[in-house]
């Protein structure tokens, strides 16, 4: 599987307007939503938000990879975002997230599929090149390419 087969590139927002975790999720639920991925909006961000709560999704590196497990997800998927100012979002290195991936995983939905999604995703983001190449990237086609090189 690839990353971009749960990754539309209706779910990626280059310019994310969110000053705190609250608004980014809900700026990537959003687009989420818009594109069939959600049954239940409220409902998988509460879950998110339950989820942060746990412990900070933020990896370091100025990545951040909020996730939630709900009966709100209508089908798996996942949302990115660009924050280029960058956002708080208790990281471990207590850097600013910049790169945001959000996954939404249906609750029923069998094995435990999206924490190879994780590792994956952990495993090229920590690439110094690739979150340059990310960080860089224009536009929507660009950012849709960097990601297809990311296989689960």
């Known amino acids: 599987m690839q990353i971009t087969d749960l990754l539309d590139k209706s779910y990626i927002e280059l310019n994310l307007n969110g000053t705190s975790k609250q608004e980014v999720i809900t700026e990537l639920g959003n687009l989420l939503q818009?594109?069939?991925?959600?049954s239940d909006q409220t409902a998988y961000e509460e879950a998110v938000l339950a989820r942060e709560k746990e412990a900070s999704t933020g990896i370091g590196f100025g990545?951040?990879?909020p996730h939630g497990k709900s009966e709100g997800?209508?089908?798996p998927a996942i949302a990115l975002g660009i924050k280029r100012q960058g956002l708080d979002w208790d990281s471990i290195d207590g850097e600013d997230a910049t790169i945001i991936f959000?996954?939404?995983?249906?609750h029923n939905q069998?094995?435990?599929e999206h924490l190879k999604v994780?590792?994956?995703?952990?495993?090229?983001?920590?690439d110094d090149d690739f979150r340059a190449a990310l960080a860089a990237a224009g536009n929507k086609d660009e950012i849709y390419s960097l990601i297809a090189q990311i296989t689960v």
């Open 63 to 65: 990545i951040a990879i």
């Open 102 to 106: 959000m996954l939404a995983v249906p």
């Open 73 to 75: 997800v209508a089908k």
């Open 34 to 38: 818009s594109g069939g991925a959600l």
């Open 118 to 126: 994780l590792q994956q995703l952990s495993r090229k983001l920590v």
């Open 110 to 112: 069998p094995g435990n």
